[in-house]
């Protein structure tokens, strides 16, 4: 059945909580099989080494010491699709930038489960290349977050930043929907997956859909906001916000977006408005073409233009009316 066909069947059948998980049960298939490397995709000699292995649903292991072969599965979190890692933002590194050259011994040594995790900090912290994107900042935000408040034995910026995966959409991608959606899978990784909910806290997974039973249109919302622009506090000085709220403090009333100052000029679209008043100077055309924000895609010109074609069309019935009871009124004396 086509894909489109079956997501306007949902809709009309009123199951509306499986446009949620389709995302994540789609994922799931292209996991059943190992993934064949687009030959347009190169990788150094290391990186590919890893990815024999890393980059399969089964791997081979062999005792060093008595030559014995095993097969064995390889573990959902530990596997790697190539071709997304090559299309990530960190898809250019080698594998032992960032991880132990222990690992190039296989089997790899036990000690190598206790390396710790880069944190995005120790990276781009110190690097002024790196200054625009105030990643000192986005660390003090996440802190105060509730996710740095909470967890913070076992969340990290790997929680929702996959490094082998993860792309910067809100700088790269010029589609706010490819933007949502790709931002929005984040979130429900774990607010949608109660095998990676569990890990983090021993509660009851939350459902999605009944807790925003209160918006119009949910699922429109769904498809053209992401959870952040409501649920985190806006930053001037970073992009994407960092410090979530919590549940009781998100944005809950309709005028602070559906207006011409809608928080989401800041936050959604701050990239893009940004990006068009650079090169045009005009502040609504990073915004017209995509947005579904009632009363903050307005501009002058289309006012005063609408304003016009209404007067006309308001003269134009006038005349005709005029005209009309003329022509009754002569029709009539002559009667």
Request: glycine share 4%; hydrophobic share 35%.
């Amino acid at each position: 059945m086509d894909l489109t066909k079956f997501v306007k069947k949902i809709r009309k059948t009123g199951a509306r909580w499986l446009l949620l998980v389709l995302p994540l049960f789609i994922a799931w298939l292209m996991s059943g099989a190992d993934v064949s490397l687009d030959p347009k995709v190169e990788f150094d000699e290391e990186t590919l080494q890893c990815l024999e292995c890393h980059g399969a649903m089964r791997y081979t292991l062999v005792d060093p010491e008595t030559g014995d072969t095993v097969s064995m599965k390889m573990y959902e979190e530990l596997r790697i699709d190539p071709n997304v890692y090559a299309k990530a933002t960190h898809g250019s590194f080698s594998c032992i930038d960032c991880h132990s050259p222990d690992f190039e011994t296989h089997p790899h040594p036990v000690s190598v489960k206790f390396e710790p995790n880069f944190e995005c900090i120790d990276c781009h912290g110190p690097d002024e290349k790196y200054a625009d994107f105030n990643f000192e900042t986005i660390e003090e935000e996440y802190s105060i977050s509730v996710h740095g408040n909470h967890y913070i034995e076992n969340f990290s910026c790997w929680s929702c930043h996959n490094p082998h995966t993860y792309k910067n959409t809100a700088r790269q991608s010029e589609s706010i929907t490819e933007i949502v959606a790709y931002n929005n899978s984040m979130c429900l990784g774990c607010h949608g997956d109660i095998s990676h909910y569990e890990v983090l806290i021993e509660r009851q997974l939350t459902n999605m859909l009944s807790k925003h039973d209160w918006l119009p249109n949910q699922s429109l919302h769904f498809r053209k906001v992401r959870c952040i622009d409501c649920h985190a506090a806006v930053h001037e000085d970073i992009l994407v916000a960092h410090q979530v709220l919590p549940a009781n403090q998100a944005v809950r009333n309709c005028v602070d977006c559906h207006s011409t100052n809608s928080i989401l000029m800041g936050s959604l679209y701050k990239h893009q408005v940004v990006e068009k008043r650079s090169k045009s100077g005009f502040f609504n055309a990073a915004i017209t073409n995509q947005a579904y924000i009632i009363g903050a895609n307005r501009n002058y010109y289309f006012n005063v233009f609408s304003v016009v074609i209404f007067g006309l069309v308001l003269a134009a019935i006038a005349v005709h009316a005029t005209l009309r009871y003329i022509s009754y009124r002569r029709q009539h004396g002559k009667k």
